[in-house]
């Protein structure tokens, strides 16, 4: 019996004289072999060949690990960065030493001559040609993909075999290998691999396949890439494939739905004779790789392997035909897809739902939020706004493990749906109206009422009938028709604030109370619908005039009660402080304020300060995110990096009575000077206040994380929770039985909710728009034939017309606090929000991956006058700091320019 290899696929009749000794497993086999022995048992067309298990692979390791090569690589593994600390040459020099000391002993070839007769029935030396891989048990799985890092050999004979088995075992210690592993956190310091020995097919045409479509992350497409000869033409990019794209509906009903027939100008071709591979070059290079009645036996291939082995989940095959009979070569889960949660899909062929990301459009970020900030977002969004008052597959929302989604499909089946969708939605975002308008929303329609969306128009007259007043006050009084609001605010402001809530007040009854006050003074907002009015009758009022649109965009600079905006305020007034800027470090400010060593008037404006925008932060819609007062050491560095004598806000005063001055001369030559001051009047005065209600909504959320947290600590002390933080897997209603209920299990509903999120962890960037068979949907802007004649230009939307264009070093940041943006610097993010306020203060421009006009990051672009873009992909991976960017805030691209001047 033992335990140094495996063959596939197993054969009674073949003399196996030692058989295994158990079954095969991912830790003894490796991903890659794994699968390849359980498709064969499932009657896959699998090439016969075997396994070298990782225990075959013991001896040699040993002898690696004893080499001062080893000992340098694990010394420098140890240290604080070890991603930086290894090079390649510490990786190369453990590879140059497997060459150089391993060879196969007795054992090991006995093992293998063993395996040889097993599974091809004669001598090591009649081997024929085989195929030489790898197989890690930390390769092929659900999480990773090593994609290609390890070396494989093909074509080898009986006289190579030795050399191509070190060659896939060096492999191990690759530079790649070591990067991918760091960055996955996975262990460095107990390599294993396994090793694959398996027949060569001398392949007519082969390829890759996956069960779903990589491009659009569709469900329902197969998707078959494929070249004349060997596969490795196609896997390893030397060549670009014929791809053919196949719907599926079953395994019975296929079709080919698209073919992109390309120039294969080479390929690779098995020696049969001599062994190894040659280059050649293809007879007919336009020619289609595959017919029509192949390309549908390979999309049943990976249909039934999708379903026969990974049990639904998704599948990638490599695949070959030789004389028209078709064999599987490989099988692997696919690692980069974006799943949905079980209770969102459909089944194929049914009616399909569209799920618009909410937490993606409005906020900017995808990672999930907690569990109890979702029941606290979702039950105040549902209270506030009719069109998100109903949930499940029937409803309009589906609030689920950490993410929220509006159902598009039943709203197109409320009255005024369809002109929701089409004039709200649309135009919230330039790169989502260019979704919309890529499909076709009958296709999305339900055929039936949902039960979630009747009555939902009705409500939402009633919603808009209570505001019509304050409204119609906006339009007569302007910024003073908010002062019955801003009083009421402020109140509420001063109860969040001031009030604390008995420790066993249930959870539930905290948050009910805080938003019956919230909800009482909401309708009084309304009156900021007037201020959009006012900016439309202006807009009008000036629209055959040359130029005055950038004056109407500087009119709408720092408007009154835009609470971010007044939080940019309050940071320059206290960076202002002689005080404040004679203070150099963090540690130095706390212990001034816990000594009491600044003035009263500096510790009442921090004090104020504090009270007022103390509960904002990144990511501040979620109850479990820290907030600034909680972080004041990184408050201070974030503050101190306001240049006092060169910023925003003293720009764009000067800029936003200019335009008004000149805008008044306009409407004087017009005739309409009252009309102008009137409706200006308004507008300053009350579109400010359209941020107002998300930043009361944060308030209150603080309040709730206040009272959260003082419960939590009440049950870490008995030993219910771990830590405190771990009330935030929990919901209101979940926390308030646990306040009645000793012997709830908390632990045990902490792990419950947070599976499910956990689960989908990986996925770091979620679409927008996505539909119930998994396909993403996504619109591409034109590009003029003048953007295509510019080296290094990015292309994306314009997020703050007439702000101009701006040059200026790029600073790449993933958190608002990760690292000083200096004055005039041009901010790169993925998005941003309250948090990022201080740097907008600073930035010459801004430039994001995510985010509407609507979204903060626009909102404060525009009304500081910065130059903004937004909606180009993986643009803080394609800027680096220090890049010389030109950012037009009206055209929507970035030039990146070398400091020579030429374009990048």
């Known amino acids: 019996m033992n335990d140094k290899y495996f063959v596939f696929p197993e054969n009674k009749q073949r003399e196996v004289l030692s058989p295994p000794s158990s079954s095969p497993t991912l830790s003894k086999v490796g991903g890659k072999a794994l699968s390849l022995i359980k498709t064969s048992e499932l009657h896959f067309p699998v090439p016969p060949g075997f396994v070298l298990t990782v225990s075959f692979f013991q001896p040699w390791l040993e002898q690696i690990q004893q080499t001062d090569a080893w000992k340098a690589f ?117 390599p294993r691999i396994a090793i694959i020995v398996q027949r060569q097919i001398n ?28 596969g490795e033409s ?25 073919k992109q027939v390309v120039e294969k100008t080479s390929t690779i071709r098995l020696d049969e004779v001599s062994g190894g591979t040659r280059q050649e070059s293809n007879k007919s290079i336009t ?103 109903t949930e499940g597959f029937d409803g309009l929302m589906f609030n689920i493990h950490g993410r929220e989604y509006m159902n598009i499909s039943n709203m197109l089946m409320m009255t005024g749906g369809s002109a929701m969708v089409n004039k709200s939605l649309r135009t919230y975002d330039k790169s989502l109206d260019r979704a919309f308008a890529s499909i076709d929303l009958n296709d999305y329609t339900p055929s039936y009422v949902p039960e979630g969306v009747r009555g939902i128009f009705g409500k939402s007259i009633k919603q808009l009938l209570a505001t019509l007043p304050n409204i119609i006050r906006g339009l007569y009084y302007g910024k003073d028709s908010m002062n019955q609001y801003v009083t009421d605010t402020n109140a509420l402001l001063e109860h969040c604030h001031n009030h604390r809530y008995p420790d066993d007040k249930p959870m539930v009854e905290v948050y009910d109370e805080l938003t019956q006050i919230y909800e009482a003074v909401l309708p009084q907002v309304g009156g900021l619908i007037s201020g959009l009015i006012s900016k439309a009758l202006l807009h009008r009022m000036f629209r055959n005039c040359e130029g005055s649109e950038d004056n109407l965009i500087n009119l709408s600079m720092d408007l009154n009660g835009n609470p971010t905006s007044e939080m940019g305020h309050f940071m320059v007034r206290l960076v202002s402080c002689p005080e404040f800027q004679e203070t150099g470090t963090s540690e130095e400010f706390l212990k001034k304020l816990n000594e009491g060593s600044f003035s009263h008037e500096f510790t009442s404006l921090y004090s104020d300060f504090l009270k007022r925008f103390g509960c904002r932060g990144a990511r501040e819609i979620d109850v479990a995110t820290p907030r600034m007062y909680e972080k004041q050491d990184e408050l201070f560095g974030t503050i101190k990096q306001i240049d006092v004598k060169k910023n925003q806000i003293i720009s764009f005063r000067e800029r936003r009575e200019k335009a008004y001055q000149e805008l008044l001369s306009l409407a004087r030559e017009m005739g309409k000077e009252k009309s102008f001051v009137h409706h200006a009047s308004v507008m300053q005065g009350v579109l400010g206040y359209r941020e107002h209600p998300k930043y009361m909504l944060v308030v209150v959320t603080d309040a709730c994380r206040r009272h959260a947290l003082q419960v939590a600590k009440g049950f870490v002390a008995k030993g219910r929770l771990e830590n405190v933080n771990q009330i935030f897997s929990l919901t209101m209603d979940q926390i308030s039985k646990a306040q009645k209920d000793e012997a709830l299990d908390l632990l045990a509903l902490v792990r419950a909710n947070l599976k499910p999120v956990e689960e989908v962890r990986h996925v770091k960037n979620w679409p927008v728009l996505i539909d119930s068979r998994g396909k993403i949907i ?47 610097e041009i901010l790169v993010a993925r998005f941003t929000e309250p948090s990022w306020t201080p740097l907008f203060i600073a930035a010459g421009g801004v430039l994001m991956e995510v985010g509407g006009p609507m979204q903060h990051g626009a909102i404060i672009a525009r009304e500081y006058g910065i130059p903004c873009v937004s909606g180009i992909d993986n643009a803080t991976k394609l800027v680096k700091d220090g890049d010389l960017l030109e950012l037009d805030g009206s055209a929507g691209t970035v030039q990146i320019i070398r400091d020579n001047g030429d374009t990048a």
């Open 234 to 258: 196609v896997v390893s990019g030397t060549i670009t494939p014929d791809t053919y794209v196949v719907d599926r509906f079953d395994t019975k009903n296929m079709k080919v739905i698209s």
């Open 287 to 389: 020619a289609q790789s595959l017919s029509d009645d192949q390309i549908l036996e390979v999309a049943r291939m990976v249909s039934a392997v999708e379903e026969k082995y990974f049990d639904g989940s998704p599948a990638d095959i490599e695949w070959a035909f030789h004389n028209k009979t078709l064999y599987l070569l490989q099988a692997r889960p696919v690692t980069a897809f974006v799943p949905l949660f079980p209770e969102m899909i459909t089944e194929r062929g049914n009616e399909k739902r569209l799920y618009l990301d909410i937490m993606v459009m409005s906020q900017g970020f995808s990672d999930p939020l907690s569990t109890l900030g979702l029941d606290i977002w979702k039950t105040s969004l549902a209270r506030m706004k009719p069109t998100m008052s």
């Open 778 to 824: 996504r619109g591409k802007r034109e590009i003029t034939e003048e953007e295509k004649k510019k080296e290094g230009l990015l292309i994306g939307d314009p997020i703050s017309p007439g702000a101009g264009i701006v040059r200026g070093r790029a600073k790449v940041l993933m958190d608002p606090y990760e690292k000083p943006l200096e004055a005039g």
């Open 74 to 190: 694990v010394s420098r593994t140890a240290s604080e960065d070890p991603e930086s600390s290894v090079t390649k040459e510490d990786c190369d020099a453990i590879k140059e030493q497997c060459k150089k000391i391993l060879k196969l002993d007795g054992d090991q070839r006995s093992h293998i001559e063993d395996a040889v007769r097993a599974t091809f029935g004669h001598d090591t030396a009649d081997l024929g040609i085989v195929a030489v891989r790898s197989s890690s048990p930390e390769e092929d799985l659900a999480g990773s993909s090593f994609a290609g890092g390890y070396d494989t050999s093909l074509g080898v004979t009986s006289s190579g075999l030795q050399d191509a088995i070190i060659n896939s075992f060096a492999s191990l210690f690759d530079h790649r290998i070591y990067l991918y592993k760091i960055q996955h956190g996975m262990a460095t310091d107990s």
């Open 203 to 230: 392949s007519d045409v082969s390829g890759v396949g996956f069960s779903l479509n990589p491009n659009n992350n569709c469900f329902d497409e197969i998707v078959i890439c494929s070249n004349f000869g060997l």
